[in-house]
């Protein structure tokens, strides 16, 4: 059985250097995680990163993560499929393509709203590009923060942990100071979240 209380209070340890320029080891970090999980967890684990791998995001996979026994990975992929067609619309729109083109419309998602599709595209019609980058990103922790406000001790908060985490390793790339800033940011919530729910405990 997984012990989700250690791997969470477990994360924080790691921390980045604020006046260094090292990069985290994000793939490190995961390892450790997937080292620490059940089989059938991991391939919880498996089934997010591979939401990171553009060659993997075609229909199957999103027919695939929609019904998952995960309700992070249901919750956090249709939000991305849907953040997804939002920009793939908006730049149709933008480069005079057809309006439907590259779209992937799944029928199960036809009467599923987007309640953040009026923030997305504010965001989009912004002409700093790496400002609009930062907006899509502070949109997708939004949505995270959203689906595992509940969640302390479970796999969904360790999956909501790890998408987090994608996104600071990528602000670390594009932007170190940013990426840093995401991860002070994150290491704090967790830290929060670990010391509201032990007070909640003792109540």
Aim: no cysteine; hydrophobic share 40%; charged share 35%.
């Amino acid at each position: 059985m997984n012990n989700y209380e250690y791997i969470v209070a477990s994360l924080p340890v790691l921390r980045p250097d604020d006046r260094g320029s090292d990069s985290l080891d994000a793939a490190g970090l995961i390892e450790e995680i997937r080292a620490q999980l059940s089989g059938r967890d991991a391939a919880a684990l498996d089934r997010l990163l591979d939401g990171y791998d553009a060659d993997k995001l075609d229909e199957a996979f999103y027919r695939d993560v929609l019904h998952h026994g995960s309700r992070f990975i249901r919750e956090w992929f249709g939000f991305d499929l849907d953040l997804r067609n939002t920009t793939v619309s908006f730049l149709n729109t933008k480069l005079e393509r057809p309006a439907g083109q590259d779209l992937l419309l799944l029928p199960e998602r036809e009467e599923v709203e987007f309640p953040e599709e009026e923030k997305a595209r504010d965001i989009l019609h912004g002409t700093d590009i790496l400002a609009r980058e930062r907006g899509l990103d502070e949109l997708r922790w939004q949505k995270i923060d959203e689906i595992t406000w509940m969640d302390y001790f479970d796999l969904d908060a360790i999956l909501g942990y790890v998408a987090r985490l994608k996104i600071i390793d990528r602000w670390l790339q594009l932007d170190p100071d940013s990426g840093r800033a995401l991860f002070r940011r994150l290491v704090e919530q967790i830290r929060s979240t670990y010391d509201n729910k032990k007070n909640n405990d003792t109540i």
